[in-house]
C-alpha cells in the first residue's frame, strides 16, 4: 500500500508538468494577451478590441503600427514578461512552481498566492456541505430504495430524482432566489456573500447561524445533481448485489435481514460509491462552483479563475489551475486508498505498474 502511495504521488509532478505544458502552449495562440490589453487601455479602447495573439513575433509589427513608442511598448511587454521568449518563460514558471510561487498577478496587485488563500475558503465551504450532504442524503436513501424496489416510494422518489438530475444547477439556482430570496413574498435567505456584513460583531452562535444562512441556496443548488447521480449508483449497486447467491445463503441460514444488508452487502456495494466519490467531490468543487459562485456573489477561487481568464492574467490563471490540478490528482489518490478500508481484501502492492 505505501509503495503504491508514493509511486502515484511520484506521478503527480509529470502529470502536473505536462498539463501546465499543454495549458501553456495553447495560451501562446490565445487572443488578446496582457500586453495587447495594457495597449488597448493606453488608447483608450476596451479590452475586447484587441485582436492580437498571445505569440510575440507577428505581434511586435501591429503593436508598433498602433502609433505608440516602441520603447512604451518595450517597458509594457518587460513589466508581464513577455520580453523573453516562450521557452524561457516556460522555464522560469516551472521553477517557480516548483517552490509553490505563482508570481504576482498583473492586474490586481496582489500575490497570487495571497489571492488563492483569500478565496479559497468560499470554495472549501461550497465543496465540502455540497459533497457531505450530497452522500448524507443519498447512500441512505438509495439502500432504501433497493430493498424497496418497485414499490410506490421508489417510484415517486425515482421521478424526484429524474427531475433533479434533468435541471441545471445555475437553473435550479435561479428557481431557489425566485422561490425563497425576494422573488416572490418570501424572502427567507440573503443572495449575496458568504456572510452579512455586520458579521463581525455577531456572537460566536449567531457567526455560525449566520454562515450556514448565507450557504443555504449555493449548498442546494450544487447537491441537486450529485444527488440524483449518487442516489441511483448507490442503488444499482445494492440491487445488484442483493440478487447474489451469497446473499440467497445468508438469508438461508437465517441471518437477519439488517445484518444481510449491512454486514455483507453493503461493503461490496459500497465500493463503487466509493469509486465515485473522487469524481463527485472534483465536480462540485471545481466544475460546479463557478456559475454558482457567480449567481451568489460569493468570490471564490472558480469566480477567480473565470474572471482572470478573461482579463487575460496569465498568472492567475497558471495559479488556480495548477492548484486545482493538485487538488485533484490528490483526491483521487485518496479515492482508491478509500478502497482498502472498505475492503480489506483489495491489495494495491499487488498491482503492477
Same mark, same amino acid.
Given at each position: 500500500?505505501?509503495?503504491?502511495?508514493?509511486?502515484?504521488?511520484?506521478?503527480?509532478?509529470?502529470?502536473?508538468?505536462?498539463?501546465?505544458?499543454?495549458?501553456?502552449?495553447?495560451?501562446?495562440?490565445?487572443?488578446?494577451?496582457?500586453?495587447?490589453?495594457?495597449?488597448?487601455?493606453?488608447?483608450?479602447?476596451?479590452?475586447?478590441?484587441?485582436?492580437?495573439?498571445?505569440?510575440?513575433?507577428?505581434?511586435?509589427?501591429?503593436?508598433?503600427?498602433?502609433?505608440?513608442?516602441?520603447?512604451?511598448?518595450?517597458?509594457?511587454?518587460?513589466?508581464?514578461?513577455?520580453?523573453?521568449?516562450?521557452?524561457?518563460?516556460?522555464?522560469?514558471?516551472?521553477?517557480?512552481?516548483?517552490?509553490?510561487?505563482?508570481?504576482?498577478?498583473?492586474?490586481?496587485?496582489?500575490?497570487?498566492?495571497?489571492?488563492?488563500?483569500?478565496?479559497?475558503?468560499v470554495t472549501l465551504s461550497l465543496g465540502f456541505w455540497a459533497t457531505l450532504?450530497?452522500?448524507?442524503?443519498?447512500?441512505?436513501?438509495?439502500?432504501?430504495?433497493?430493498?424497496?424496489?418497485?414499490?410506490?416510494?421508489?417510484?415517486?422518489?425515482?421521478?424526484?430524482?429524474?427531475?433533479?438530475?434533468?435541471?441545471?444547477?445555475?437553473?435550479?439556482?435561479?428557481?431557489?432566489?425566485?422561490?425563497?430570496?425576494?422573488?416572490?413574498?418570501?424572502?427567507?435567505? @440573503? &443572495?449575496?456573500? $458568504? *456572510?452579512?456584513?455586520? /458579521? #463581525?460583531? +455577531?456572537?460566536? !452562535?449567531? =457567526?455560525?447561524?449566520?454562515?450556514?444562512?448565507?450557504?443555504?441556496? @449555493? &449548498?442546494?443548488? $450544487? *447537491?441537486?445533481?450529485? /444527488? #440524483?447521480? +449518487?442516489?441511483? !449508483?448507490? =442503488?444499482?449497486?445494492?440491487?445488484?448485489?442483493?440478487?447474489?447467491?451469497? &446473499?440467497?445463503?445468508?438469508?438461508?441460514?437465517?441471518?437477519?435481514?439488517?445484518?444481510? !444488508?449491512?454486514?455483507?452487502?453493503?461493503?461490496?456495494?459500497?465500493?463503487?460509491?466509493?469509486?465515485?466519490?473522487?469524481?463527485?467531490?472534483?465536480?462540485?468543487?471545481?466544475?460546479?462552483?463557478?456559475?454558482?459562485?457567480?449567481?451568489?456573489?460569493?468570490?471564490?477561487?472558480?469566480?477567480?479563475?473565470?474572471?482572470?481568464?478573461?482579463?487575460?492574467?496569465?498568472?492567475?490563471?497558471?495559479?488556480?489551475?495548477?492548484?486545482?490540478?493538485?487538488?485533484?490528482?490528490?483526491?483521487?489518490?485518496?479515492?482508491?486508498?478509500?478502497?482498502?478500508?472498505?475492503?480489506?481484501?483489495?491489495?494495491?502492492?499487488?498491482?503492477?505498474?
Amino acid at each position: 500500500m505505501l509503495a503504491y502511495a508514493l509511486r502515484r504521488l511520484l506521478l503527480i509532478v509529470p502529470t502536473l508538468v505536462i498539463i501546465l505544458l499543454v495549458n501553456f502552449v495553447i495560451v501562446q495562440a490565445a487572443p488578446g494577451g496582457p500586453v495587447e490589453q495594457a495597449i488597448a487601455r493606453l488608447q483608450g479602447l476596451g479590452g475586447g478590441a484587441v485582436g492580437g495573439s498571445g505569440g510575440d513575433s507577428v505581434q511586435g509589427a501591429s503593436r508598433a503600427s498602433r502609433g505608440l513608442d516602441p520603447k512604451l511598448i518595450k517597458d509594457i511587454e518587460r513589466q508581464y514578461g513577455f520580453d523573453k521568449p516562450a521557452h524561457e518563460r516556460l522555464w522560469l514558471m516551472l521553477k517557480n512552481y516548483a517552490t509553490l510561487d505563482f508570481g504576482n498577478s498583473f492586474f490586481r496587485g496582489a500575490k497570487v498566492t495571497d489571492l488563492i488563500l483569500d478565496k479559497m475558503p468560499v470554495t472549501l465551504s461550497l465543496g465540502f456541505w455540497a459533497t457531505l450532504i450530497t452522500y448524507l442524503v443519498s447512500i441512505p436513501l438509495g439502500i432504501r430504495k433497493a430493498v424497496h424496489h418497485g414499490s410506490h416510494f421508489d417510484i415517486w422518489t425515482s421521478t424526484a430524482i429524474v427531475i433533479g438530475y434533468a435541471m441545471p444547477a445555475f437553473l435550479f439556482a435561479m428557481l431557489l432566489i425566485v422561490l425563497f430570496a425576494g422573488g416572490t413574498e418570501l424572502n427567507w435567505f @440573503p &443572495v449575496r456573500g $458568504l *456572510v452579512s456584513e455586520n /458579521f #463581525a460583531q +455577531l456572537s460566536p !452562535l449567531g =457567526k455560525v447561524a449566520d454562515y450556514f444562512w448565507h450557504l443555504v441556496l @449555493p &449548498v442546494l443548488s $450544487l *447537491v441537486i445533481g450529485g /444527488f #440524483a447521480t +449518487l442516489t441511483i !449508483l448507490t =442503488k444499482n449497486s445494492f440491487l445488484n448485489e442483493i440478487t447474489r447467491q451469497y &446473499v440467497v445463503t445468508a438469508r438461508a441460514k437465517g441471518v437477519s435481514e439488517r445484518r444481510v !444488508l449491512y454486514g455483507h452487502v453493503f461493503r461490496n456495494a459500497i465500493l463503487l460509491v466509493v469509486a465515485g466519490l473522487p469524481q463527485a467531490f472534483i465536480s462540485v468543487f471545481f466544475a460546479g462552483s463557478l456559475l454558482i459562485e457567480v449567481i451568489f456573489s460569493l468570490d471564490g477561487l472558480g469566480r477567480l479563475s473565470y474572471e482572470a481568464a478573461v482579463a487575460r492574467d496569465y498568472p492567475v490563471v497558471f495559479g488556480t489551475l495548477f492548484i486545482f490540478t493538485l487538488f485533484g490528482l490528490l483526491i483521487k489518490l485518496v479515492g482508491d486508498l478509500c478502497y482498502t478500508l472498505v475492503d480489506p481484501r483489495i491489495d494495491f502492492a499487488a498491482r503492477t505498474a
